[in-house]
């Protein structure tokens, strides 16, 4: 039996082998995850079609697939790793013929068509040193380098390149021997690159802007600290401040819609529904999971929500579809003690909250100078769409729903 890379979502078509949890000649049940395929969102296991022994493996760590390519083979049932031996070669064959209808997404690596784009090399004309002549990203840049490269070169992909020259590729300065043998390179991945690759985009794209507000958190923190033993009892998750600010943000998005809208060619696509993603730090990167129509959610419900897509999160076990689809996100920095921030956007949101610590400051109250519990909030905002006018008033309804809690029960 073939096993083939899976649908792995919407806008998704490509994926990086992560690491195999078998080897050729294990035995595995049916179900039993036998390969990780890490995508630019989230981290995928590919379960076993069946029970049997792995017999072939055809794609190694770090190869780049595509979706329903081939990669290994099982031999289904109870038999040893002999006759999975026999079968492989036959069953190798149809893989091996089908490889030409996938060979445009897996005979390069994303680096290695991304440098070619940029630079106008074919990498049909380069050397390959990679495994079976594969030509790798060191082999593209040392061929960008090389002096005598650039005019063969450039004049192939010039048209291609006309109406946006690519900048120039930037080849890592060599460092000295004594610093080279402490140095350690890993491979980015695929997460990572596109967080990279779409924080740059929203740079690039929006004009964007950032302003700024402070809140007297007195009141929320009194609220919590009265009813959390209640609150985890009767519910079974902590009460945290994201179903506060989650709530705030709803109530402010409602009366500002172009703070919850989006820009869509030559036309603002304005939302009537509030998809709030949540920024969730893991090892691997900064995921964002939505939680959908939170208009609609008490603040129990989207602490609840929240809970598991922390802890689903930490785990790598996030759906792409809980990813997609968000209209507005909160990214809380304080929990890492940030003071203050400027967030990049959630591209192609037009506005992301940035949370941050708790610290008490002095604050003048009555005529009276008196500490209070305050958090500086952050609201980067295109500019494109969003006025400035907007982005204060959303920024003050923010402020005074979480100063007055009353109001986020009232809905007022």
């Known amino acids: 039996m073939e096993i083939r890379v899976p649908t792995l979502g919407e806008s998704v078509t490509e994926a990086t082998i992560g690491r195999w949890f078998k080897k050729p000649g294990d035995a595995v049940a049916a179900d039993e995850p036998l390969v990780e395929l890490e995508t630019d969102k989230v981290t995928v296991e590919v379960p076993a079609p069946a029970a049997g022994v792995l017999a072939q493996v055809l794609a190694n760590p770090g190869d780049a697939v595509g979706v329903g390519a081939v990669l290994g083979l099982l031999q289904e049932g109870a038999g040893g790793a002999k006759p999975a031996a026999k079968a492989a070669p036959a069953a190798a064959a ?12 897996v005979e390069h690596g994303p680096a290695v068509r991304r440098i070619a784009a940029e630079s106008g090399i074919d990498p049909a004309t380069v050397t390959g040193t990679g495994r079976d002549g594969r030509v790798t990203k060191g082999d593209m840049l040392a061929a960008a380098a090389a002096p005598a490269a650039a005019p063969v070169q450039a004049p192939v992909p010039a048209p291609a390149r006309a109406p946006a020259p690519a900048a120039p590729i930037k080849v890592r300065a060599p460092s000295a021997p004594d610093d080279s043998a402490r140095e350690e390179r890993v491979r980015m991945s695929k997460l990572r690159q596109t967080i990279a690759r779409r ?7 929006a004009a ?10 007195s009141a929320v923190m009194n609220l919590r600290n009265e009813y959390k033993t209640q609150f985890e009892k009767k519910h079974g998750a902590k009460l945290g401040f994201m ?17 919850n809208a989006e820009i869509d060619g030559e036309d603002i696509v304005y939302k009537n529904y509030y998809h709030v993603g949540v920024a969730v730090g893991t090892d691997k990167g900064l995921v964002v999971p939505v939680v959908r129509d939170a208009d609609r959610l008490t603040i129990a419900e989207i602490e609840k929500v929240i809970t598991s897509y922390g802890k689903r999160a ?13 209209t507005f996100t909160i990214t809380n920095g304080g929990v ?18 940035g949370m941050h610590r708790i610290e008490e400051r002095p604050v003048v109250r009555g005529g009276q100078i008196v500490a209070r519990p305050m958090m500086y909030l952050a ?22 729903a979480l100063e007055d809690p009353t109001r986020l029960v009232l809905d007022v």
């Open 94 to 105: 149809p893989a091996v013929a089908a490889k030409p209808a996938t060979a445009p997404a």
């Open 199 to 205: 924080l740059k985009e929203a740079q690039n794209t």
């Open 208 to 217: 964007m802007l950032t302003t700024f507000n402070d809140v007297d958190m």
């Open 243 to 259: 179903g506060f600010f989650v709530k705030a943000c709803v109530q402010a998005l409602r009366e500002m819609p172009a703070v």
């Open 314 to 326: 930490r785990d790598g076990q996030l759906t792409i579809e809980e990813m997609q689809g968000g």
């Open 336 to 353: 890492y003690g940030s003071l203050m921030s400027t967030p990049i956007l959630n591209a192609p949101q037009s506005a992301i909250l």
């Open 379 to 400: 609201l980067s905002y295109d500019h494109r769409i969003i006025d400035g006018k907007d982005a204060v008033t959303f920024l003050v309804r923010v402020k005074e």
